[in-house]
């Protein structure tokens, strides 16, 4: 752990709040600040008897719990661990009956604008007949399924139907490349694939089949007997006999009826590999009952939910937005959720806009590089400026994935949410389950870049190297210092890892997120400030990324995206180095040099000159994450003219390092 041996100076003064309209609060579920201290009261007085309550009303117990936390092995906590249920029946069956049963669960977008609608009984009927389909080829509880789909209905059903049976699901994002599915196939021992024969994106159709035969052919994957295309097109794709089977065939003469499977809490509902961000991803192993306990409770307490919204998470299921609040969270809530299959700039930029217009979205979901993609892309072509389109539907308003910095903050809450939509930042991880920190739409007054306080019962902390309490203001590393329901239970088969990366020693035995945050002295909201592997030693003084980062992309004219990184210097122990997308060409000889000085300048204004970058590059982009965030593991060896030697297989643009190591 490279932890910070002394206070990350804060720097960023952020004096706008914006507290929850009357109109937002009056309805709210928790509703105004007094009614979220009231929670955290009950939280901190009786911790068990607090979620042993949400817990009975969240989740329908086919065996109720009798034990809630079980502490005897630290770190691997074991919640309600002597009680039953099915995380299906929890979405599907439990609405049978009442008035959700024929109410739209999704709204289905293809790629090239067609509408599919069911309902959850429709939902239910095509889980339950994908999960005899399941069962008829042997596959049961306990044995784990790799899913490799686009973003579709049946992405969801595949998902809801491995959870029916008992079966643990790993899904694999469909850009990932065969040897990614490879690893990911070995590591959690997959004795089943599904996947689909071709993916719509931005027009184009991408095989996902012919990934899979190419990952199975690399070796190390004999478990798998079965593979599981749905035919997304019409085009063929190859099928290996004796091992291969479309939907079509495996579905034929299914019924429509297949009881849940009772699983422990416990039982590992699903295997999630993490971004890659700042490593090679780590298989995170998740329980079945905490988990739905969370997924369900912060649809409601974080996005308010009603029986009228209209839900979007943009996220897809191969990432844990798109498990929690996709696949799992709005059905157990009873929402009406969209799913996209395709992109957001195709047929062109204004494509989340006109879809919120069309399905009369009123909860809006997404992450911060599709924000400041979709930025850029309304400051250059007037057409796709989210003012050509009808938003008044949306009420809140989320983001999720990294930081957001305040201008891309006013942005989004001044274009999309008409100055009226709170904007929930929330702060989590694969690891976490669901939200940890984040505003409350009806509670929480919210500050630009901030995710705020921590949700109630979420132990959330800053602390120094030895786990001491950090004081408002002072940064540190994040922590949380109880265990929760829906925490990881496990790395997937390897418990030393597991330990040492989430739960080290020098920690007092608290979850290390691996964020530096700061809390603001007069609120005490949190503020994450960068990774903590990111944090800046210049000329003694620490600073997150964040900072000069969010100060780059405050010059609005100019910035359009940021990413700064430190480098060995002989003179200042570290040096900046930032690295620039601009809201025009990447600039050259005399003219790159003058935007540089002008930035330079302008950070210095900004923060002060210690932040000034020594060197800025411009590129056309940046290094990210096939779930969209900015790699700065990468940059970093850009930044010291090293050759990139770390694992790039969750990287999804290759092509852009060797731009950024040309650049000057
Ligand atoms: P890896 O763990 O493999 O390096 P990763 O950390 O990017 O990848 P995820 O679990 O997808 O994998 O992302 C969690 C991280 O995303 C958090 O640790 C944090 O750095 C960042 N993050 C998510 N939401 C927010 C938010 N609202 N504000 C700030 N940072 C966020
Ligand atoms: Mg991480």
Redesign the pocket.
Known sequence: MNAPSSAIESVLVENRVFPPSEAVQKNARISGMPAYEALCAEAQKDYEGYWARLARENVVWSKPFTQVLDESNPPFYRWFADGELNASANCLDKHMGTAVEHKTAIIFEADDGQVTKVTYRELLQRVAQFANGLKSLGIQKGDRVLIYMPMTIEGVVAMQACARIGATHSVVFGGFSAKAVQERIVDVGASAVITSNFQMRGGKELPLKAIVDEALAMGGCEAVKHVLVYERTATACKMVAGRDITFTALLNGQSTECPPVAVGAEHPLFILY?????????GVQHSTGGYMLWARQTVNWTFDMKDSDVFWCTADIG??TGHTYVAYGPLAAGATQIVFEGVPTFPNAGRFWQMIERHGCTVFYTAPTAIRSLIKAAESDEKVHPKNWNLSSLRILG??????NPEAWMWYYKNIGGERCPIV???????NGGHMV?PLPGATPLVPGS?TLPLPGITAAIVDESGNDMPNGAGGILVVKKPWPSMIRNIWGDPERFKKSYFPEELKGYYL???GAVRSEDRGYFR?TG?IDDVLNVSGHRMGTMEIESALVAKTDLVAEAAVVGRPDDLTGEAICAFVVLKRPVPTGEEAKALANELRNWVAKEIGPIAKPKDIRFGENLPK?R?G?IMRRLLRSIAKGESITQDTSTLENPAILEQLAKTN
Request: proline share 6%; hydrophobic share 25%.
């Open positions: 993490t971004s890659g961000s700042t490593g090679k991803p780590k990432w844990i983001s999720v994935g990294e930081p957001i930042d929330t702060f989590w991880q694969t690891e984040t995710c997120a691996g964020d994450i990774r994450t779930s965030k």
